[in-house]
């Protein structure tokens, strides 16, 4: 059951807003911050918005907080304007924050999330890569001759990296790339021109190297003057180069709700079952009562007839030694890259689980069984 939250229309005079920054030597990375105050200001005119950063460009965090203070306020909401939560949001801001709170008895300080993989962030992340395109939207199989590089912050912090991994294959596998791999530009690995290095061995003649930044700088330069360079050298690929996030809605989007969570605190934890009947409620999920649903063998069959209608005849067809009835028990979702050249398919006649092989179409697998031969054996789902 959700519960009533907390919109930024509905906070007191005595609140405001705090967004928290690094700060770069790069005067773009510090004009391209401010515009998110500046946007969050458009929306909720009557909010209290400052942002602030840790070195290198001003005002500081201190300078931020001594604004809202100034205006009133009691209660301030801080938020990371950061994508990941490595040791700048884990340590360094909240140390700030404290030590400020302790020196102003009276004032309040909530402090929130890093932007993360939220949905809208990785929505902000795919418009980008499909402007780099020339797409507004793409059908299954579009890209699957184009490669995908995704170039991460690099941090020391091994969640981060990781996170910058997982945002590559959410990307990979919802536009639908034929390939794709994570490189950084800070202090992990592989790093950008090692990484480009090797996706040019793939054979991909079309590669869209897009990196997971909010803002401009001397990294952003040094991405897009590597894949340059890459490009000049190999002039038989085209390398596309992706816009940075910057101000673009979604990421608007994620900070109010980023704001918004941190003025309602912690949100209650869901059981799996919770989260099961919501999403069942909202059409989200079909079901497939096939795993372990007990079933008395002193009653008739009734599955018999439907699985011998759809029990599938490619044992005479095609050379296979074993039929593909769905009687064993368990059966697969439906995938909508099952067709992937360098997916499933390549599976085929090699013992894939007969429950995958309903849904290839019949130029798949005409061309796979034609092109490789049969092995031995029984599929494990049939053992």
């Not at 418009?127 to 939207?137: K, N, P, S, Y």
């Not at 180069?241 to 989007?253: C, E, N, T």
Request: hydrophobic residues 35%.
């Amino acid at each position: 059951m959700s519960r009533t939250k907390n919109t930024l229309e509905q906070l007191p005079e005595n609140a405001g807003v705090l967004i928290c920054g690094h700060g770069s030597r790069a005067k773009i990375a510090e004009e391209e911050f401010s515009l998110l105050a500046k946007a969050l200001r458009e929306r909720h005119p009557k909010l209290k918005v400052e942002y602030g950063f840790l070195e290198y460009s001003a005002p500081n965090i201190h300078m931020a907080l001594d604004r809202l203070v100034e205006q009133g306020v009691k209660n301030i909401y801080a938020v990371p304007g950061m994508l990941f939560a490595a040791t700048h949001a884990q340590n360094d801001i909240p140390s700030v924050l404290t030590t400020y709170q302790d020196k102003h008895p009276g004032l309040k300080i909530e402090y929130g999330r890093e932007l993360g993989l939220h949905p809208k962030m990785i929505e902000a992340f795919q418009t980008r890569i499909l402007e780099a395109l020339g797409l507004d939207h793409v059908h299954t199989g579009d890209l699957y001759d184009t490669m995908l590089v995704v170039v991460g912050r690099g941090t020391s912090v091994t969640d981060a990296n990781a996170d910058a991994a997982k945002l590559t294959r959410l990307a990979c596998e919802n536009l639908g790339f034929g390939w794709a791999q994570t490189v950084y530009a800070g202090v992990s690995f592989p790093s950008v021109g090692r990484g480009l290095e090797m996706a040019l061995k793939l054979g991909f003649k079309k590669i869209v190297v897009a990196p997971y930044f909010l803002f401009g700088g001397k990294l952003i330069d040094r991405i897009y003057a590597y894949t340059d360079k890459v490009a000049a050298e190999n002039p038989d690929i085209e390398f596309l180069k992706a816009g940075y996030l910057r101000d673009q809605a979604h990421v608007i989007d994620t900070f109010t709700q980023r704001i918004e969570e941190t003025i309602d605190g912690p949100a209650p934890a869901i059981t799996l079952m919770q989260s099961f009947k919501e999403r069942l409620e909202r059409g989200e999920i079909d079901v497939h009562h096939h795993h372990a649903e007990f079933k008395d063998k002193s009653l008739p069959d009734e599955s018999a007839t439907s699985n011998k209608a759809a029990e599938h005849s490619h044992g005479k067809k095609h050379g296979h030694s074993h039929s593909h009835s769905h009687s064993h028990g368990h059966s697969h979702a439906p995938y909508k890259h099952i067709g992937h050249p360098h997916g499933p398919r390549t599976m085929i006649n090699e013992n894939v689980c007969c429950c995958f092989m309903g849904q290839f179409t019949q130029d798949i697998l005409d061309e796979e069984l034609n092109s490789k031969p049969l092995l031995g054996g029984i599929p494990s789902c049939k053992r």
